[in-house]
T-cell receptor, first 113, second 117 residues
């Protein structure tokens, strides 16, 4: 069975600092990988996804993630965060060929001035 | 962008009553929709897959007689929590993929907070 581990439940950073949110997954077959963001009182929004091809994926709002098959990781990065990036971030995986998503527990990113 | 709405956004009910939650795709059609449950500080757990025109598919451990799903049209799926009890209190979220291929982006509703007294 697939599982997703987000190692950090909370990440506080200062504005304009870089940030990395970690995500590891376990699966014995090919997977699709996703990062979603949830702002307060809003639904999850897709930040980026990896289906195939280049392992470095660029998403919205300046975020990017790198798929590392050997380390089964899909860490999310942003070189300089803004206060508006404060939100909950979820990593998710689906087994290739399935639409079902398995989510990690989420990482709460707090950007402080 | 694609929008998925949920109604109501929050509901409080008495133990033993039934509650219906609607999920609508506002600007696209969805033959499949998904229902999730989210506990505080935990991840979203997939409950079931709603299929337009056929029976829903439930994940292991989810009681299909308790969580009734009806996918009445290509833009509407409903989740009815029957004979609700306090342990059913949770945040329920639906999603709909825009497209039919695995990997197509799923769009999420804002969620429904259910509190059972």
């Amino acid at each position: 069975a697939q599982s997703v581990t987000q190692l950090d439940s909370q990440v506080p950073v200062f504005e304009e600092a870089p940030v990395e949110l970690r995500c590891n997954y376990s699966s014995s077959v090919s997977v699709y990988l996703f990062w979603y963001v949830q702002y307060p009182n809003q639904g999850l929004q897709l930040l980026l996804k990896y289906l195939s091809g280049s392992t470095l994926v660029k998403g919205i709002n300046g975020f990017e993630a790198e798929f590392n098959k050997s380390q089964t990781s899909f860490h999310l990065r942003k070189p300089s965060v803004h206060i508006s990036d404060t939100a909950e971030y979820f990593c998710a995986v689906s087994q290739g060929g399935s639409e079902k998503l398995v989510f990690g527990k989420g990482t709460k990113l707090t950007v402080n001035p | 962008g694609a929008v998925v709405s949920q109604h109501p956004s929050w509901v409080i009910c008495k133990s033993g009553t039934s509650v219906k939650i609607e999920c609508r795709s506002l600007d696209f059609q969805a033959t499949t929709m998904f229902w999730y449950r989210q506990f505080p500080k935990q991840s979203l757990m997939l409950m079931a897959t709603s299929n337009e025109g056929s029976k829903a598919t439930y994940e292991q451990g989810v009681e299909k007689d308790k969580f009734l799903i009806n996918h009445a049209s290509l833009t509407l799926s409903t989740l009815t929590v029957t004979s609700a009890h306090p342990e059913d209190s949770s945040f329920y979220i639906c999603s709909a993929p825009r497209g039919v291929r695995p990997g197509d982006t799923q769009y999420f509703g804002p969620g429904t907070r259910l509190t059972v007294l």
